[in-house]
Each structure stands twice: as structure tokens, then as C-alpha cells.
């Protein structure tokens, strides 16, 4: 494993100077489960300086907003969303999905903030290639194999997807987020945290974190009355695998019709991709039998499957016909 030094804070302002005075070569630890397989495989982008956040007070909680909402911090386990009785009552959906992330143990170590922010899972970054986020100037997914961890919808540089599926059922909640800077507290909505590759501080990465700002706080409003939800999620093996396509599907249905709809597709495109056009048709309309297949008809339009991916663009439009069909049997 590459050689690192590690440094244990007490306070998120203290972390904040270390991760300044080291730039790029520093970077957060928390849990580990993705940073460790970096340094592991030695991949360029892998930190020479670990800032451990893990004795910081005030990074692992979940707690009531007292307005219907919960705060949960970013060093909390995915383990304890996932058994934590106020998250189950208020977003089931959330807890859902949580549960359906890697396996038992993984979720016993990964954090809410890590899971946000990880690395793409390519295996072409992962196997040490000279792509553009390992120093080099190609995206080997774009021309190879592209059938498992690459975008469907298009990109730029990357076209790795989007791995994380936290990120993807808080999205439908208008989940916001709070960042710790030098400049002080900054807040964000969660489709800004992560909104697909771009360059930051000379890197490819798939969210908006710069090198000395830490995640330190995830913030769910009230769920809306009359809110159905639902997470759908395909891989090839039940546990540890990541989406070949997932769904996290919000309505909010009133007086017989659909007032507001979210519809937030992973693991196929760069970010978690919210699908407007398909809220927009399903906005008045009646929850029916037939509405899956004309929302499918909709959907993904701007689909730029590679070679090898086009199954994804139909296994996503296929969660959202079963997706709104468990919503519409339900109730």
C-alpha cells in the first residue's frame, strides 16, 4: 500500500487547516472503505495524508429538526440509518435503499459523508490504467468494455458512472447539505454536491468538495402528507454489487392525482440523474395501471448508450414501470 501519514484532529476547524496546508495530497478518512482500496492500488489521485475525522465531536448523529425533518451527520455509519427507528418512521424509502448498499460489514464501517462522496468504481481507474483520473489522457471505458460501470447517458472526459445509491433516494427528499470551508459554513442542495464530472482543484471528480472543505452534515425537510416513495435497484448479485440501474421515485398525491413527482435514476449516468421530463408528465395525472408504460415512453430520451450499455436505458425504464406500479398498488 502506498505510504501515508495520518493526522487525528479534534475539531473540524483544525482538520480544515491541515487539509490547506497539504492541498491535493491530503485528503479526508472516515471510514475508509473506499479511500483504503485507493491508497491499496496505488492509483495517482490517492492521498499521501490522511486527515481522520473519526474523534471529531459533532459528525455522527441523527436527530429530529423539531419541524418534521432529521439532520444526520456526515460521519454516521450507513448501519445506523439503516436500524435508526426515526429514519425508518419518516423516509422508509431512504432506509430502503440504504440497506441495499454493498453488504453488512461494509455498511458497518461506511459513512453517510463517504458514500456521498466516493470515488467511481471503473475498473479501469480501479486496475491502475492511465485514464483521465489517473493521470492520464483517455477514457478507456469510452472504447472498451463499457457494459458494467459506464454512462449510458453520455459525458465528457469520464464516463464512468455515478456509484452511490445515498445519494440518489435523498435527492427525491430536496435533501440539503452543509459544507465546513475556511471561509465558513457552506450549504448546498444534493443534486449540487454531486453533479457529474467536472475538474476541481486539477482533478476529475464526480462532486463540488474542494480539497480543504469537509461534508459535515446532511439535512432531509418533512416529508410532504400524501408522499408515496420507492427505491428499485438491479445488480447482478444480491449483496456488495453496485446498480446497473436504480430508481428512487417520490409522489406526492393528492385528491386522487399526482401534485408533485421526483424521479431520480442511478447507475447510469456521471450523477445521480433526475429525470424532469417524466415529473413533468406525471404532474395531474390519475395513478393507473397504464401510467408505468407511458412514463417508460418518456423517459431517458436523451439516452448516448456506448457500445456495450444499452441494456442499462432499458433496465432503468423498466424499474420506473415497476417502480410506479407498487406505488399505484399500494394505495
Not at 89 to 100: C, G
Not at 264 to 287: D, M, Q, T
Request: hydrophobic content about 40%; proline content about 5%.
Amino acid at each position: 500500500m502506498k505510504k501515508i501519514s495520518v493526522y487525528q484532529p479534534a475539531s473540524t476547524e483544525e482538520a480544515i487547516r491541515i487539509l490547506s496546508q497539504h492541498g491535493s495530497e491530503a485528503a479526508v478518512y472516515a471510514g475508509g472503505t473506499d479511500l483504503l482500496i485507493r491508497l491499496k492500488n496505488r492509483l495517482k489521485q490517492a492521498p499521501t495524508y490522511l486527515v481522520d475525522i473519526k474523534k471529531i465531536d459533532g459528525l455522527r448523529y441523527i436527530k429530529d429538526d423539531g419541524q418534521g425533518g432529521v439532520h444526520i451527520g456526515a460521519a454516521t455509519k450507513l448501519s445506523e440509518m439503516a436500524e435508526s427507528g426515526l429514519l425508518q418512521q419518516r423516509y422508509p424509502m431512504l432506509v430502503q435503499a440504504i440497506n441495499m448498499i454493498s453488504s453488512p460489514e461494509l455498511r458497518n464501517a461506511s459513512t453517510l459523508g463517504g458514500d456521498l462522496l466516493q470515488e467511481v468504481w471503473c475498473q479501469y481507474l480501479r486496475g491502475g490504467y492511465p485514464c483521465w483520473r489517473n493521470g492520464g489522457y483517455l477514457c478507456y471505458g469510452a472504447i472498451g468494455d463499457n457494459s458494467y460501470y459506464h454512462s449510458a447517458m453520455g459525458g465528457r472526459l469520464c464516463y464512468a458512472v455515478y456509484p452511490g445509491d445515498a445519494a440518489t433516494a435523498l435527492i427525491p427528499f430536496d435533501a440539503t447539505v452543509s459544507l465546513a470551508t475556511p471561509a465558513g459554513s457552506k450549504q448546498l442542495t444534493l443534486e449540487q454536491l454531486v453533479p457529474g464530472d467536472m475538474m476541481v482543484d486539477g482533478k476529475i471528480q464526480s462532486h463540488v468538495v474542494r480539497f480543504n472543505e469537509i461534508l459535515t452534515e446532511v439535512r432531509i425537510p418533512a416529508p410532504q402528507p400524501g408522499l408515496r416513495a420507492s427505491f428499485e435497484k438491479l445488480r447482478p448479485r444480491g449483496v456488495w454489487d453496485f446498480a446497473m440501474a436504480s430508481l428512487a421515485l417520490t409522489l406526492q398525491v393528492r385528491n386522487g392525482s399526482i401534485e408533485n413527482a421526483r424521479v431520480v435514476f442511478g447507475g447510469i449516468s456521471g450523477k445521480p440523474l433526475r429525470e424532469r421530463s417524466v415529473e413533468n408528465f406525471l404532474a395531474g395525472k390519475e395513478p393507473n395501471d397504464d401510467l408505468g408504460a407511458h412514463a417508460a415512453a418518456v423517459a431517458l430520451a436523451n439516452a448516448a448508450p456506448l457500445k456495450y450499455n444499452s441494456t442499462k436505458i432499458d433496465m432503468a425504464k423498466g424499474l420506473l414501470v415497476s417502480g410506479l406500479a407498487k406505488l399505484n398498488a399500494g394505495n
